[in-house]
């Protein structure tokens, strides 16, 4: 819903906060969904209606945790939503949310999994594989990466080109079967399959073309840039095709 009131851009969480929200998500480990719904009242809102970010960081009865390092996010629909493609392309372009869902839409069903050690088996998700809409951007010969900013301001992530270009690499526009809903980094959000989950931006607003990888939001803070299921971080033994 739009207020009418200009959109700010999220403002990062602070470390206390973000590390104290977090030992609340592994508590739910064991008592959610009750305790999830005792600590969402506390915080004074449902992980979708919530100002703060802070229930975004909560872990929810379906197995998801919903991480947000943002204070707030701004809510977008079919009418504010935009998703910009630019950067080293011949045709930049800028797509609503109506002309994203008349592309051709992809459907993959797989398990997700968390660097932190969570996982959700057989979650489907669709939407338009990234590498269509970097085939209509016309990618240009010096380019070898693709960067991905996201409209709380704040998060970033990158693939090199040729991980963009896999066939399990989604902007996606639905997720469980529904469009992907905003505690999900609705209404599109990126879905890199063969990679921790960490590297599927949420709330998805622009892919930028590059030169050169450049490490994302939890790159800079330690994490894999290359973020293979069980080939980085240390996380997990079960090797990945």
Request: hydrophobic share 35%.
């Amino acid at each position: 819903m739009n207020s009418g009131q200009p959109e700010q851009e999220g403002r990062p969480i602070g470390r206390r906060v973000l590390l104290g929200t977090l030992g609340l998500g592994a508590l739910g480990v064991v008592a959610a969904p009750a305790l999830q719904r005792g600590l969402e009242s506390f915080l004074g809102s449902a992980a979708d209606k919530d100002p703060t970010g802070l229930t975004g960081l909560l872990p929810n009865g379906g197995g998801f945790r919903y991480y947000s390092v943002a204070a707030s996010v701004p809510h977008k629909n079919a009418t504010t939503y935009r998703l910009t493609v630019d950067g080293l392309v011949d045709r930049p372009r800028t797509y609503t949310l109506p002309e994203l869902r008349a592309l051709p839409q992809t459907r993959l069903v797989r398990d997700v999994q968390c660097v932190t050690g969570w996982r959700v088996p057989d979650t489907p998700f669709e939407g338009v594989r990234l590498s269509a809409l970097l085939d209509a951007a016309g990618v240009r010969p010096t380019a070898k990466a693709v960067r991905f900013t996201c409209f709380d301001g704040t998060y970033s992530e990158s693939l090199t080109l040729g991980q963009a270009r896999r066939a399990d690499v989604l902007v996606a526009l639905r997720m469980q079967d529904e469009d992907v809903s905003h505690a999900h980094g609705g209404p599109v959000r990126l879905y890199v399959a063969p990679m921790y989950f960490y590297k599927s931006a949420k709330w998805l607003s622009g892919i930028t073309v590059t030169e050169d990888v450049e490490p994302g939001y939890w790159e800079e803070r330690g994490y894999d840039i290359d973020a293979w299921v069980g080939r980085s971080n240390g996380r997990d033994d079960e090797p990945t095709s």
